[in-house]
T-cell receptor, first 114, second 111 residues
Framework: DAGVIQSPRHEVTEMGQEVTLRCKPI?????LFWYRQTMMRGLELLIY????????DSGMPEDRFSAKMPNASFSTLKIQPSEPRDSAVYFC????????????FGQGTRLTVV | TQLLEQSPQFLSIQEGENLTVYCNSS?????LQWYRQEPGEGPVLLVT?????EVKKLKRLTFQFGDARKDSSLHITAAQPGDTGLYLC???????????FGAGTILRVKS
């Protein structure tokens, strides 16, 4: 298995534009997590899915952020409209179980909003 | 304020030295994980500790979970340049169904 695959690796966009980040989890993993990492706040959980259903989105910062998982092999995180303070590295991770088992992270998408 | 406080924030040492990284909280955790993250990559799990007082060894790395399950430490013996990276602890909260991460310790091992 190639691991968790995220695209794009880097994204530079202008303030106000829509940004869509993509994730392909490891096949057979029931849980998918979206995290955001910044120097100031470290690694923060935004939302997680179980069997394609969103379970906890309390970490999503604002209504500008939305996430979907239309099937077991694909998830998106959308920011509309984007703002400079959204600049961060966004990670997708998947696991067999919720917290106690290993979460496998993708390489991340570095988002810069100018 | 971080729920999990890691210290030190940054550590620069010479190859062959020993070091300890700490992860502290006032909250109790069901389990605690340690990850290592290299530049441009996602975190990779090193170990999970579950029982209070538990000690796990992974080659030159020794992990300990506090008796009260509120803190943990990572000790590296004879550090190598390949140990360089960001070390993150993450705790599964006993109540609240969340995994929270510490801010991390940046380790640099110079040859």
């Amino acid at each position: 298995d190639a691991g968790v695959i995220q695209s794009p690796r880097h994204e530079v966009t202008e303030m106000g534009q829509e940004v869509t980040l993509r994730c392909k989890p490891i096949s057979g993993h029931d849980y998918l997590f979206w995290y955001r990492q910044t120097m100031m706040r470290g690694l923060e959980l935004l939302i997680y899915f179980n069997n394609n259903v969103p379970i906890d989105d309390s970490g999503m910062p604002e209504d500008r952020f939305s996430a979907k998982m239309p099937n077991a092999s694909f998830s998106t995180l959308k920011i509309q409209p984007s703002e400079p303070r959204d600049s961060a590295v966004y990670f997708c991770a998947s696991s067999l179980d919720r917290w106690g088992t290993e979460a496998f992270f993708g390489q991340g998408t570095r988002l810069t909003v100018v | 304020t971080q729920l999990l406080e890691q210290s030190p924030q940054f550590l620069s040492i010479q190859e062959g030295e020993n070091l300890t990284v700490y992860c502290n909280s006032s909250s109790v955790f069901s389990s605690l994980q340690w990850y290592r993250q290299e530049p441009g990559e996602g975190p990779v799990l090193l170990v999970t500790v579950v029982t209070g007082g538990e000690v796990k060894k992974l080659k030159r790395l020794t992990f300990q979970f506090g008796d009260a399950r509120k803190d943990s430490s990572l000790h590296i013996t004879a550090a190598q340049p390949g140990d360089t990276g960001l070390y993150l602890c993450a705790g599964e909260m006993e109540y609240g169904n969340k995994l929270v991460f510490g801010a991390g310790t940046i380790l640099r091992v110079k040859s």
